[in-house]
């Protein structure tokens, strides 16, 4: 079934892909009612990911279908079997969605505090609950002979599962905070380098005890792969360039870092799909789980034809928004808004 | 209510205000890639005003349609884990596709058209604008080949081993005779209602008196798009019900409450009773031969009866009840095929007036046309209540029951809590997008930016 191994790489490169991209997105939605004090630089911050977010998040909604098309049993036994936490999950995307919309269409100070908070607020979410479910997804829930999950809330809160949340929450916010450096000027921008170098010990210490833990929760033992050893170094040269200033070379550090640590963590749990806490015979693989061979070479042509074309024009859309931005653009009140 | 119950009105309850958002954007998003082409051809600067008005409240639906399109497919999984399970093979493919194909398309250029005024060349920049248009319409095909084949499975083989059925053609998903038809109506009816939107807030602005002058170019373009477009709709739908009456005889029949086979066949305007319990209802003006006409298109064709095809099921399926629910889908039919007439009569109204130069003073009609703006949301949610309620007790027609299809693993308490924790969100979200549209849609016009500034980009 090389097909199948074929599709569980496109679906890890589509989480990568979603976290690389909708990381710094949700990393400037936690952070930015603190790059500025005043509305000025908050929507210049906004606006830094403004005509970005969307396009970004696609990347989610084509993870989850690729997992459906690829994987039907992967998605039923996991989206069934996480119900609760996705619901919080479909919670924070919506109210974040909307509040890039909502948040300036009135000049009322309470209708965008309202609107900052549950930016905030979604923008923390998501990251957190997604990564649990990673994490749940390696660490193993019950799981019977028939593949339904049959556990309860409790199982899927084990520490390594929110320790994964925490570590992407903490990858969001140095990929995005470093991501508003490079794309702001002035005091946002001294606030953003200022807030990156806070978060940076944090992420790195995450990075540094998420990696074994997840290679020995693999079965591999404490000792990390070359992979691992990719992120973790990244971590450390992100850290070290956010404190001398290469604001250029920190981006593509902090890129790596929530790159490789998603494509490490597939690669980890590869060939599983969902390991089974009852029984390892029960596990979901992808020899287990995968759609017929027609269906899979259908959309690998799909995916061959489609694919570079995306990253084609979302690349043109970065090349066309690369300037930076200022408060002082937003300085007029209605600047921009019809 | 059971899990089953809640599950599924969990997913009529959120797919029906989806579906709020979705013709909207499909219907505005063209109406305004025209607006911005005509200002591209001219150079008339109200129609870049008009542009970016329309604009505005183009993309509040598209924010709140985004988000409720995530909760949809996050469903089939969640509620619908046996049913995701059986036939992810086929009815995953096109989703999939739906996303790199069409919704990545979608989503970057409507950033690149809303941030790119004043950073693309205008050619550019009116090629992103249609390009979310394309996007957006072509994402409903996608989807609705995913519907079609519930209604109507096609394409595919059971596995010996599993029982599932697997993918074995994926063009018989294109050419489905219920998706070609059902896709060229949901096109039509989103038109439609992107028509009746435009028409109602040109309409408001007329009868306000401000920029007459612009708000008449619009109110005239709606008009212009509303009338054939809504008799198209009215003929498409009705060549699809003959196709699902021929693949989902329960549909037809239960539209018209016929629980004997007749032929020909009248059809009832209005009719008392008719339900399970009371299977000769009054029928109040029936128009003979009508309802061979429609569901046959022969003027003496027969029309199967909800008993004989129950007895037909029984022998083929096993023992059951095969019945849909009679009364949504008598009404939802009526509903949505009498509003047809209503809009098709406004659009004739209006286009009368048009003709005799007096569409900026007719006052009754203005206040008639912000009204007709309900119209197209019942219609909608009518025609879906009809098709899906028609397809029951069937998650996939023939091939799964919906009782067998929901998750095995998820308790009624946890459908319970989630479906109010849907009902409480969507309602704040209902409130706040219908303050936002109708504040933006009373707005004046802003003034035309000076000929020598560049364009400013519409930003957050």
């Known amino acids: 079934m090389a097909l199948a191994t074929f599709w569980f790489i496109v679906t890890a490169a589509l989480w990568t892909g979603f976290f690389v991209l909708e990381g710094f997105d949700l990393g400037v939605g936690m952070l930015h009612t603190f790059v500025s004090r005043e509305e000025p630089g908050r929507r210049a911050a906004i606006n830094t ?70 930016l905030t607020t979604g923008s923390l979410l998501v990251p957190l609950l997604i990564g649990i479910a990673l994490g749940d997804l390696l660490h193993g829930v019950p799981i019977d002979q028939s ?3 049959t556990g309860g809330l409790g199982d899927l809160f084990s520490g390594y599962a929110v320790f994964a949340g925490i570590t992407l929450v903490l990858l969001c916010l140095l990929h995005g905070a470093t991501f508003i450096t490079l794309k702001t000027t002035g005091e946002v921008h001294d606030r953003a380098l200022w807030l990156a170098r806070r978060i940076a010990p944090f992420t790195i210490l995450a990075v540094l005890v998420f990696q074994p833990w997840t290679h020995s929760v693999a079965g591999g033992g404490v000792l990390p792969d070359v992979l691992e050893l990719v992120t973790m170094l990244a971590a450390l040269a992100a850290g070290w360039l956010l404190a001398e ?94 | ?152 499975p096609v394409g595919y083989t059971v596995d010996p081993a599993t029982g599932r059925p697997q993918l074995n053609d994926v063009w018989k998903l294109f050419t489905n005779p219920v998706f070609l038809r059902g896709y060229l109506h949901v096109i039509l009816a989103s038109l439609v ?14 009868r306000k008196g401000s920029a007459p002058l612009a708000f008449h170019a619009t109110a005239r373009l709606a008009l212009v798009v509303l009338v054939p477009v809504i008799l198209a709709a009215m003929l498409v739908g009705s060549e699809l019900g003959v196709t699902e009456g021929k693949y989902q005889p329960m549909k037809i029949a239960g539209a018209e409450a016929q629980w004997d086979t007749c032929q020909p066949c009248s059809f009832s305007l209005f009719q008392i ?14 128009v003979p031969h009508l309802l061979s006409l429609l569901a046959t298109n022969h003027w003496n064709g027969q029309v199967l009866g909800l008993n004989a095809v129950q007895a037909q099921y029984e022998q083929q399926y096993g023992p059951g009840n095969y019945i849909p629910n009679i009364f949504i889908q008598y009404w939802s039919m009526r509903v949505m095929a009498y509003l047809a007439v209503v809009v098709l009569l406004i659009g004739l109204w209006g286009l009368w007036l048009l003709w005799r130069k007096r569409l900026s003073g007719a006052h009754r009609f203005h206040r008639v046309a912000v009204w007709a703006v309900v119209l197209p949301f019942l219609m909608n949610t009518a025609g879906w209540l009809l098709t899906e309620n028609g397809r029951q007790p069937w998650i996939v027609q023939g091939l799964q029951l919906t009782a067998d299809g929901v998750s095995p693993s998820v308790s009624t308490a946890t459908v319970a809590t ?43």
């Open chain 1, 49 to 118: 990911i403004g005509p970005l977010w969307d396009g970004n998040e696609v990347w989610l909604i084509v993870a989850a279908a690729a997992m459906f098309a690829a994987f039907p049993a992967w998605y039923a036994t996991m989206f069934s079997g996480f119900y609760p936490a996705l619901i919080l999950l479909l919670v924070g995307l919506i109210v974040r969605g909307v509040s890039f919309e909502f948040r300036g269409k009135s000049d009322s100070p309470r209708w965008i505090r309202t609107w900052d908070a549950l």
């Open chain 1, 147 to 149: 593949q339904e999950f």
């Open chain 1, 245 to 338: 200033r290469h604001e250029g070379w920190a981006f593509v550090a902090t890129t790596v870092v929530i790159g490789t640590t998603i494509l490490s963590f597939f690669a980890d749990l590869y060939p599983r799909l969902m390991v089974s806490s009852t029984n390892p015979a029960f596990d979901l693989t992808v020899h287990n789980s995968a759609s017929g061979a027609y269906a899979l070479k259908v959309m690998s042509v799909v995916a061959i034809v489609f694919f570079p074309l995306v990253l084609a024009y979302q690349g043109w859309t970065y090349h066309v928004f690369r300037l930076r931005i200022s408060a002082e653009q937003f300085d007029v009140p209605e600047a921009g808004r019809d």
């Open chain 2, 1 to 152: 209510m059971s899990q089953l119950d809640l599950a599924r009105l969990q997913f009529a309850m959120t797919s029906i205000y989806h579906f709020l958002f979705v013709p909207v954007t499909i219907g505005l998003g063209f109406l305004t890639a025209l607006l911005q082409t005509g200002w591209h051809r001219t150079g008339r600067p109200e129609l870049l005003q008009l542009t970016r008005f329309f604009g505005t409240l183009l993309v509040i639906g598209i924010a709140v349609g985004v988000v409720t399109g995530l909760v949809q497919e996050f469903q089939f999984g969640m509620d619908w884990s046996a049913y995701s399970r059986t036939v992810g093979d086929v009815f995953g493919a096109p989703l999939a596709m739906e996303g790199l194909a069409a919704f990545f398309l979608e989503s970057t250029f409507l950033g690149l058209w809303l941030f790119g005024w004043d950073r693309l060349p205008p050619r550019v920049h009116l090629a992103t604008i249609w390009l979310v248009a394309v996007g957006g319409a072509l994402s409903a095909a996608f989807i609705m080949a995913a519907n079609s084949w519930m209604q109507h």
């Open chain 2, 193 to 206: 209602t992107g028509a009746l939107v435009m028409l109602a807030v040109s309409a408001w602005q007329l």
């Open chain 2, 273 to 286: 009773s008719g339900g399970k319990n009371d299977m000769t209802p009054t029928q109040i003006i029936a």
């Open chain 2, 418 to 460: 989630s479906l109010v924790v849907f009902l409480l969100l969507y309602a704040a979200l209902a409130v706040v997008a219908l303050v936002l549209l109708t504040r933006y849609a009373r707005k004046e016009l802003p003034p035309p930016p000076a000929a020598d500034t560049p364009i400013p980009a519409l930003t957050y």
